[in-house]
């Protein structure tokens, strides 16, 4: 469903740039939750329900193919959007890895309403 609200999962260690997805997020009436590493939100899985997660791929503690392959070991299947600023990991690469797809930063935040209401 095209308006349906979600639990979303940000994970990136970049604080403005979870700040500013946050806001545009909330404002779409979706609830969210931060996070700075691939490790901590592994953690926040564990115990909180999350339909959608959007990770940066490059981080301390837990990059965001680190968190992509816990999930899928775990069997855990969301939705994971994969963001990068600069990577040398492919989408073909990251959708053979169990991801959905991976988006550049900065990314059109229309394009990101939209992944959000595809993988819904």
């Known amino acids: 469903m095209v308006n349906e609200k ?6 990136d260690d970049e604080e403005e740039l979870l700040e500013i997805m ?5 404002d779409l009436g979706h609830s969210v939750i931060q996070s700075d590493s691939g490790s901590a939100a592994f953690d926040i899985l564990k115990r909180t329900p ?8 490059r981080m301390r503690n837990g990059s965001g193919l ?7 070991q775990a069997g ?28 550049s930063k900065p ?14």
């Open 66 to 72: 680190d968190l992509l392959d816990w999930c899928r």
């Open 76 to 103: 855990i299947n969301i939705p994971i959007i994969l963001m990068s600023g600069f990577s040398d990991i492919s989408a073909a690469e990251t959708k053979a890895r169990g991801a959905q797809g991976i988006i």
């Open 50 to 57: 999350i339909d959608f997660i959007l990770s940066d791929v």
């Open 6 to 11: 979600k639990t979303v999962l940000i994970v």
């Open 107 to 120: 990314f059109d935040f229309d394009y990101l309403k939209t992944l959000l209401a595809d993988y819904g």
């Open 22 to 26: 946050t806001f545009f997020l909330e």
